[in-house]
T-cell receptor
Framework: DQQVKQNSPSLSVQEGRISILNCDYT??????FLWYKKYPAEGPTFLIS?????DKNEDGRFTVFLNKSAKHLSLHIVPSQPGDSAVYFC???????????FGTGTRLTVIP | EAGVTQFPSHSVIEKGQTVTLRCDPI?????LYWYRRVMGKEIKFLLH????????ESGMPNNRFLAERTGGTYSTLKVQPAELEDSGVYFC????????????FGPGTRLTVL
């Protein structure tokens, strides 16, 4: 049973606009969340993370929002750039645990 | 600093054959993880080594899969005998610390079982 879900397999956005990628989780024990970005023929690369003690974390053009009551997180990219086109994976874990639970990924295409 | 490397990048084998995948973690990273992504599905955890010891192998699908990390450096994942459903991309990751530290992923080995 999937504990992390990304219900949108793909998303297309115009360059310069905002990209919003969504992720839901079912396990209330998860308290650390990460986003990974993956280009073809490469492994996932860490992008940004958030602990459950926060509801927002920002790093340059990337912001992750966490809504613990809804068990929902989102990644905002603004402004979107063509180089952001990739598959984005949401992942979750529990403090002290070592395995990450991933979603199925969302393919983002930024149109120039 | 060199990243996580995996060999081979792609392997095509017949059902019933044996395949061994190799992972070289980042130097100094005691933690090594194996994950697998079946086509279009989520990336799933297989197991975790701390140095040469298996810390958690709860994700290993069955006893046809054998992972080793002799000497606490590189790791191998052997599939014997391979079945059609073993096809997918096998990722290795490493990290310096355990827990919620970011894991650095290798490029993966794409395994195709015919």
């Amino acid at each position: 049973d999937q504990q992390v879900k990304q219900n949108s397999p793909s998303l297309s956005v115009q360059e310069g606009r905002i990209s919003i990628l969504n992720c839901d989780y079912t396990n209330s024990m998860f308290d650390y969340f990460l986003w990974y970005k993956k280009y073809p023929a490469e492994g996932p690369t860490f992008l940004i993370s958030i602990s459950s003690i926060k509801d927002k974390n920002e790093d340059g053009r990337f912001t992750v929002f966490l809504n613990k009551s809804a068990k929902h997180l989102s990644l905002h990219i603004v402004p979107s750039q063509p180089g952001d086109s990739a598959v984005y994976f949401c992942a979750a874990t529990k403090t002290g645990a070592n395995n990450l639970f991933f979603g199925t990924g969302t393919r983002l295409t930024v149109i120039p | 600093e060199a990243g996580v490397t995996q060999f081979p990048s792609h392997s095509v084998i017949e059902k019933g054959q044996t395949v061994t995948l190799r992972c070289d973690p980042i130097s100094g990273h005691d933690n090594l993880y194996w994950y697998r992504r079946v086509m279009g599905k989520e990336i799933k955890f297989l197991l975790h080594f701390v140095k040469e010891s298996k810390q958690d192998e709860s994700g290993m699908p069955n006893n046809r899969f054998l992972a080793e990390r002799t000497g606490g450096t590189y790791s191998t994942l052997k599939v014997q005998p391979a079945e059609l459903e073993d096809s997918g991309v096998y990722f290795c990751a490493s990290s310096r610390w355990t827990g919620a530290d970011t894991q650095y992923f290798g490029p993966g080995t794409r395994l195709t079982v015919l």
